[in-house]
């Protein structure tokens, strides 16, 4: 229930905007089940922690490790829509792990590499081993890399692959997915009035003329008016009518 609630989470427009630039998410899910370390549950980590905790995170009692770099991924695109299967991997698995922000991003191939060492198994990266997961012969670490424009492409490259470390390990493996580049976001820039981008502005002309060289109205003034002329009269009168308000001299003769 825990799992399903943070996915739901990761996976909402919640974070549509890019509240984080430089920052890429990670995702981990096993059937087994998963001893996050305590600077992983956390919605903001740095990749030094990332690291370290993945490090530990990982024990050595998968068969199989798999590995995959979504380039360019960032926490609002798994709000869209067309990831599905990932959606659905993470559901039906036994226990997972969301982080929504590391403030950068890790180079996914040397970290599996390392894992490889780790836990002394052979590290394969499935693009230029095409059947390394059909016939790995024991616990290996598989790198996958996702380089598609389109998300249900990438979408139904993951499940292939999941499918088939399934197929061959049943389900005695671990995912790690993230991206080892992060996405760059536009910045648009703020042009002054009749400008065009990439343009110089062109030169003021020269005018004169007493409105041209003093500011008479603006912003502030305007709202100092408003309030002189509106809020401050309505004001005096809600005082003054409370002022006027009297107790009753008398009360009225009580009728039987």
């Given at each position: 229930?825990?799992?399903?609630?943070?996915?739901?989470?990761l996976l909402t427009a919640v974070y549509e905007v890019a509240a984080f630039e430089k920052t890429?998410?990670?995702?981990?899910?096993?059937?087994?089940?998963?001893n996050a370390a305590k600077n992983l549950n956390a919605q903001v980590v740095s990749v030094q922690d990332l690291k370290n905790g993945i490090y530990d995170l990982v024990d050595c009692s998968h068969k199989a490790i798999l590995v995959v770099d979504e380039l360019e991924l960032h926490a609002s695109d798994l709000g869209r829509s067309g990831r599905d299967k990932l959606k659905y991997q993470i559901q039906s698995a036994g226990s997972s792990l969301q982080i929504p922000f590391v403030q950068g991003a890790v180079d996914l191939e040397k970290l599996g590499e390392s894992l490889s060492q780790k836990c002394h198994t052979p590290f394969f990266d499935v693009d230029y081993h095409k059947d390394a997961v059909a016939t790995a012969?024991?616990?290996?670490?598989?790198?996958?890399?996702?380089?598609?424009?389109?998300?249900?492409?990438?979408?139904?490259?993951?499940?292939?692959?999941?499918?088939e470390v399934r197929d061959r390990f049943q389900d005695n493996y671990l995912v790690l997915y993230s991206t080892s580049q992060t996405k760059e976001f536009p910045h648009e820039q703020k042009l002054s009035a009749r400008q065009l981008p990439e343009q110089p502005p062109s030169p003021t002309p020269t005018q004169s003329?007493?409105?041209?060289?003093y500011t008479f109205f603006s912003q502030g003034i305007f709202m100092g008016l408003l309030v002189a002329f509106i809020i401050v009269p309505i004001g005096i009168m809600g005082i003054f009518w409370n002022l006027s308000v009297q107790q009753p001299q008398r009360f009225e003769k009580k009728q039987n």
């Open positions: 229930m825990r799992s399903s609630v943070l996915l739901s989470l890429s998410p990670f995702l981990a899910w096993s059937s087994n089940g998963l012969e024991g616990p290996s670490v598989f790198y996958k890399k996702l380089t598609s424009d389109s998300v249900k492409e990438n979408d139904q490259a993951l499940d292939t692959i999941i499918s003329g007493l409105f041209h060289h």
